[in-house]
């Protein structure tokens, strides 16, 4: 019952930014997380950052430093700003919200990816 929609991707040049969007609609409860994850070709998905309903934050050691991710609680949006990308991180980036309900079971809704591609 949650929808999300990503949108932001595109082609870009190694050492360009970015920022990607996702707004989530539908049943959404007040305290959730809300993140971003990407799956490259021939790879598994994998993590690149979280954000709490409060503000707190967890990045992967490899975009430290180069992304951002933030929220917008009254618009359950979340944003991801990009900075110096690189080749490694095109990948299919996906939007993802995780809440709790009843006995405290959590469950996972993700958007449908937007592609980023960097060129060298």
């Known amino acids: 019952q949650v929808h999300l929609v990503e949108s932001g991707g595109g082609l870009v040049q190694a050492g360009g930014s970015l920022r990607l969007s996702c707004t989530a609609s539908g049943s959404i409860f007040s305290i959730n997380h809300m993140g971003w994850y990407r799956q490259a070709p021939g790879k598994q998905r994998e993590l690149v950052a979280t954000?709490?309903?409060?503000?707190?934050?967890n990045y992967d050691d490899s975009v430290k430093g180069r992304f951002a991710i933030s929220r917008d609680n009254a618009k359950n949006a979340v944003y991801l700003q990009i900075g110096s990308l690189k080749p490694e991180d095109t990948a299919v980036y996906y939007c993802?919200?995780?809440?709790?309900?009843?006995?405290?079971?959590?469950?996972?809704?993700w958007g449908q990816g937007t592609q980023v591609t960097v060129s060298s």
């Open positions: 954000i709490r309903s409060g503000g707190s934050t």
């Open positions: 993802n919200l995780r809440q709790w309900g009843l006995a405290a079971t959590a469950r996972d809704y």
